[in-house]
């Protein structure tokens, strides 16, 4: 795990505990360990072209553009199953 990222262990599937930066070694015999690495740095998120209808009737183009910073791994993790992605729709409504 490199600086400004996180890992979290799963072991059998279950949230163990968050792993700092650094070297980490498990032995997985007879279970399955799992690393996820969360990038804690601030991060930005470009959603080109949404066509929105105003009150009038009158369709406009809109893009935006998002930096965002996780602050609780292991929601953004177990919560869905891509959290960038589900960023991205989020922004598209």
């Known amino acids: 795990v490199v600086d400004g990222q996180v ?9 163990t505990r968050t792993l700092a930066a650094g070297v980490h070694a498990f032995w997985n015999v007879g279970r ?3 690393v996820k690495v969360v990038d804690l740095k601030r991060q930005s ?28 791994p292991v929601t953004a993790v177990s919560t869905v199953k891509d959290f ?8 598209q409504y």
């Not at 470009?46 to 929105?52: F, H, L, Y």
């Not at 960038?84 to 922004?91: G, N």
């Open 7 to 15: 890992g979290l262990l799963f072991v059998d599937g279950v949230y």
């Open 32 to 34: 399955m360990v799992q």
């Open 45 to 72: 998120l470009d959603v080109a072209g949404q066509e929105v209808l105003t009150k009038d009737r009158v369709t406009i183009r809109v893009n935006i553009a998002v930096e965002y910073r996780v602050v609780d």
């Open 84 to 91: 960038s992605e589900a960023l991205y729709r989020a922004l």
